[in-house]
C-alpha cells in the first residue's frame, strides 16, 4: 500500500468517525429539551466537552485530512456551537440574584452592569444574555465583583463579557466560575481565576487576558497578550499576532480554587497552541510565547482599582490606543 492511500485511508476513516461523534453530539443537544432544570446544568457541561474534544481531533487529523475538507470540518463545528448557543439560551432560565457582601450584609449591586440583558445582541451571543455573570456596552471602565454572589437558580456559574472598550476586567473571586465567554472586546484587560470549565472567545483585539482553565478557544482576534494555564492545548482560529506566556497569579485562596475547579497545577500546556488555520506542520506565525521573565506578577496586575484606568491600560495593553 503506497503512502498516499493509506493518508485517503486515514481521511476516510476519520471522516466516518467524524460524522459518528457529530451525531451523537446532535442527539444529545436535540434531548435537551426532554431534561428537567437540574439536569441541564450537567448535559450543557457535557455537550460543551464533546464538542471540545471532537475539535482536538480534527486538530491532531489535520496531518493526513485534505487542506479543503479542514474548513467543512470547521463549519460543522461551527453549527455545533450554534445549536448549542441557541439551545442554551432557550432552555436556561434567568438567574436570580442576592449579593452579600464579605461582612454578611447587603452591598450596593457594583459598578459593572452585571446581570445585564441585552434583548439586541445577536445570535451569535444570545445564548449567554442568560449567563450568571454579564458586562456588557461598557467602555472606560473598571468592572469588578466586590462581593460573593448567591445564585439560587443555577448550579453553574458562568460569565459573559461582551462590547467592552477600554476597560480593565477582574473576575478574580474566591469561588470559580464554570465558564467564561468572550464576544467582542478591543483594549481591555481581563484578569481571572481558575476556571471549573472553558473560556470561548470571538472578536478580541489588542487586550491582555489573563486566567487559568480546562479548554481556551479563541476564534477570530488579533493583537493579544495571553497569560494561561491550561490542561489541553489551546486552540486559535482566524487569529493572528497572539502571544501566550504563563500564568502567574497568586492571591490568597489560589490552592483552594484550582482544587474546586480541577485544575492541574502541575499541567500547563499554554505553549502547545494549536491553530486551526495553519495546517503545515512547521510553526504558525500567529502566535508566539512570551519569556517567563515578561511574565507579569500579581503585583503588576491592576487586581485593584487604578487611579486612571486609562493610563494603566496603556501600560499594559500591546498596542497604545486614542
Not at 471532537?54 to 455545533?80: G, H, M, T
Not at 451571543?125 to 443555577?154: E, G, K, M, P, V
Request: negative net charge.
Amino acid at each position: 500500500m503506497s503512502l498516499e492511500t493509506d493518508v485517503k485511508n486515514q481521511a476516510a476513516q476519520f471522516w466516518s468517525e467524524f460524522k459518528n461523534r457529530k451525531q451523537d453530539i446532535e442527539q444529545d443537544l436535540n434531548g435537551l429539551d426532554t431534561l428537567s432544570k437540574t439536569q441541564l446544568p450537567k448535559a450543557f457541561d457535557s455537550i460543551l466537552q464533546a464538542i471540545s474534544n471532537l475539535e482536538k481531533a480534527v486538530n491532531e487529523a489535520l496531518v493526513y485530512i485534505p487542506a479543503y475538507d479542514e474548513r467543512q470540518y470547521s463549519q460543522s463545528l461551527k453549527e455545533l456551537s450554534a445549536t448549542y448557543t441557541v439551545k442554551k439560551s432557550q432552555l436556561t432560565p434567568k438567574s436570580k440574584f442576592s449579593f452579600k457582601s464579605k461582612r454578611g450584609k447587603t452591598a450596593e449591586k457594583p459598578d459593572t452592569s452585571a446581570l445585564k440583558t441585552d434583548p439586541s445582541l445577536p445570535v451569535t451571543t444570545q445564548s449567554t444574555t442568560q449567563a450568571n455573570y454579564t458586562f456588557a456596552d461598557r467602555s472606560n471602565a473598571y468592572l469588578n465583583f466586590d462581593s460573593s454572589i448567591t445564585n439560587t437558580n443555577s448550579q453553574s456559574k458562568d460569565c459573559l463579557l461582551h462590547n467592552l472598550r477600554n476597560c480593565i476586567v477582574n473576575l478574580v473571586s474566591e469561588t470559580p466560575l464554570t465558564a467564561l465567554l468572550v464576544d467582542t472586546l478591543e483594549n481591555c484587560i481581563v484578569l481571572c481565576g481558575p476556571l471549573a470549565g472553558s473560556l470561548i472567545a470571538h472578536r478580541v483585539k489588542n487586550c491582555v487576558l489573563v486566567l487559568a482553565c480546562h479548554q481556551f478557544r479563541l476564534h477570530e482576534s488579533t493583537n493579544l497578550d495571553i497569560f494561561l494555564h491550561v490542561t489541553s492545548h489551546p486552540i486559535i482560529e482566524d487569529s493572528t499576532q497572539l502571544r501566550f506566556g504563563r500564568y502567574n497569579i497568586n492571591y490568597e485562596h489560589m490552592d483552594s480554587l484550582y482544587q474546586a475547579s480541577g485544575l492541574n497545577r502541575e499541567v500547563n500546556m499554554f505553549s502547545q497552541v494549536e491553530d486551526f488555520n495553519w495546517l503545515k506542520k512547521i510553526e504558525s506565525p500567529n502566535w508566539t510565547l512570551i519569556p517567563d521573565e515578561l511574565t507579569p506578577t500579581s503585583e503588576a496586575l491592576p487586581l485593584e482599582q487604578p487611579e486612571d484606568v486609562r493610563s494603566t491600560l496603556l501600560q499594559h495593553l500591546p498596542t497604545k490606543f486614542n
